[in-house]
């Protein structure tokens, strides 16, 4: 007798998740970041005394993404102590433009890379090193303490702080990678430890968060083979260095083979708002029925430009936006779109996400509510 079973698979509970979360805490860093004690790096670094105008950061991925994404949603809001630039692209012609950017003569760079030894981040290194004199006075390195990096560091009198071995580069932003060279720009990074921190203990103490990425993660697992995209659509420009931290994030932490040999994964999309809602939006509406949507807005952009009263000749239809906040305008195409999405199509599932301000709480909740988001997924997955 032959028999073929065809059971469909029965995922785990939320409790046998949660366990599994807690389990791996044990030995994956990143969970544990917003606790660390970060008053001996700034004794440090205030020691050293910086005094360059402009901080240049050589690295890439998760070396330079998370940093990019506080800083791009900080830095039009607040007074910033040095501008901050990201050297990435082996690209000759972007390299070249970045530096022309800069005061070479009055920037600190930042070596930042956790293996030591990423092509593109030497090679960049190794021309930047062609051009302008460096050592410890305009120059820092950080990495794993074991690396060949380390080692020409340390050769050279060369300043360095620490990359954790259990910290992927892609959860890497509240280590040393991002919490030195946004210290150094201005930034608040003990706020930023406490908006993660309040998401950490939020979930692990089974309150909100918890309720809420859980029941996120298991939609995604559970329809993952009819809804396989998952589109961010942010609101602002201020989330554009999000997005693309996100996509990282997600993509290389979900795109795996799992114990069965099947692959698995579910792909990332970020878009901005409006701006895409003109070309994507399209797709999303009249598309294929594969997509899952995450809206994210800025409820209080803190700056209150407004639309100029003025009458347009053949445009007087459109004076009703005139004396409107562009802060206002924005969030309305926001809900427009929403309302748009929730009333043509019943078979879009879309969640929101409200940011209440422009500030290193928001955005370090933001993102540290997503590195759980992925961990779970990842173990439904």
């Avoid at 544990?32 to 008053?39: F, G, H, K, S």
């Avoid at 795109?255 to 809602?277: A, C, F, H, R, W």
């Avoid at 459109?318 to 802060?327: A, E, G, T, V």
């Avoid at 809900?335 to 955005?363: C, G, H, N, R, Y």
Wanted: a negative charge; aromatic letters at 10%.
């Amino acid at each position: 007798m032959k028999t073929t079973l065809n059971f469909p698979q029965i995922s785990r509970t939320d409790a046998e998740i949660f366990e599994a979360i807690k389990v791996e805490r044990e030995t994956i860093g990143y969970y544990n970041l917003p606790m660390q004690d970060i008053e001996p790096m700034k004794k440090k670094l205030d020691s050293l005394n910086f005094t360059q105008k402009q901080v240049a950061v050589i690295g890439i991925g998760g070396s330079t993404l998370g940093t990019y994404a506080i800083y791009n949603f900080l830095k039009d809001s607040k007074a910033m102590s040095k501008e901050l630039y990201f050297l990435e692209s082996t690209d000759p012609v972007a390299l070249q433009s970045s530096l022309r950017k800069l005061n070479i003569d009055d920037t600190l760079f930042i070596v930042i890379s956790k293996s030591g030894s990423t092509i593109e981040t030497i090679s960049i290194f190794k021309y930047i090193l062609s051009i302008k004199k460096l050592d410890k006075s305009n120059l820092l390195i950080i990495t794993e303490d074991d690396s060949k990096l380390n080692n020409y560091a340390k050769a050279n009198d060369i300043y360095t702080f620490d990359i954790p071995k259990d910290v992927g580069g892609r959860f890497s932003v509240l280590s040393n990678v991002g919490l030195v060279p946004l210290y150094l720009c201005g930034v608040n990074i003990d706020e930023l430890l406490k908006g993660a921190k309040d998401k950490y203990n939020s979930f692990f103490n089974k309150e909100e968060a918890y309720d809420i990425l859980m029941k996120k993660a298991r939609t995604y697992y559970e329809y993952r083979d009819t809804y396989n995209i998952n589109a961010l659509f942010s609101y602002s420009q201020l989330l554009e260095g999000f997005n693309k931290w996100y996509v990282q994030l997600w993509g290389e932490s979900l795109g795996k083979i799992d114990e069965n040999n099947s692959n698995q994964g579910l792909t990332p999309i970020g878009l901005l708002g409006p701006v895409d809602q003109h070309s994507f939006l399209q797709l999303i509406v009249q598309g294929k029925r594969d997509k899952t949507i995450t809206f994210i807005k800025i409820k209080d952009f803190k700056d209150e430009i407004q639309i100029p009263n003025i009458t347009l000749e053949g445009l007087e239809e459109l004076d009703y936006i005139n004396n409107l906040n562009f802060k206002h305008l924005i969030n309305e195409q926001c809900d427009a779109t929403i309302e748009s999405v929730k009333q043509l199509k019943k078979d879009i599932p879309i969640d929101i996400l409200v940011l209440e301000e422009i500030s290193e709480w928001e955005i370090s909740n933001l993102m540290f509510n997503y590195e759980l988001l992925t961990s779970i997924v990842g173990q439904f997955l």
